[in-house]
């Protein structure tokens, strides 16, 4: 497992989100909560499949938080990101659209 990584702007209630190479995903410190990605396109591109958060921690923002942290990796990484997830394309997205630059778009895809 990587090292865990403070997405949250420096605030002591952030929640820690570590990076999960290994099962593919960005998971809250107790590994509860997680944020599934598939790399495609010989790893140029996440597509971010599954977000779950479980009811004991829901309505605290923390699928938010996973979000950012796998959005802030493609960026560190220059990938770009497919949002499969319903809550990342229906809910984050909608709610965060400066993320909006790094979404996967075939057309944009060289041809050579």
């Known amino acids: 497992?990587?090292?865990?990584?403070?997405?949250?702007?420096?605030?002591?209630?952030?929640?820690?989100?570590?990076?999960?190479?290994?099962?593919?995903?960005?998971?809250?410190e107790d590994q509860k909560a997680h944020i599934d990605y598939v790399l495609r396109e010989k790893g140029k591109v996440m597509d971010l499949v599954h977000t779950y958060v479980p009811s004991s921690k829901r309505g605290l923002g923390?699928?938010?938080?996973?979000?950012?942290?796998?959005?802030?990796?493609?960026?560190?990484?220059?990938?770009?990101?497919?949002?499969?997830?319903?809550?990342?394309?229906?809910?984050?997205?909608?709610?965060?659209?400066s993320w909006n630059s790094l979404l996967y778009s075939p057309e944009t895809k060289s041809s050579i």
């Open 1 to 28: 497992m990587a090292t865990a990584n403070d997405v949250g702007g420096g605030g002591s209630s952030a929640p820690k989100i570590v990076w999960n190479e290994a099962k593919q995903r960005f998971e809250s």
């Open 62 to 97: 923390l699928a938010s938080h996973l979000c950012v942290a796998a959005f802030n990796h493609a960026k560190a990484n220059s990938m770009s990101v497919i949002p499969t997830c319903s809550y990342v394309s229906d809910t984050f997205l909608p709610k965060n659209p």
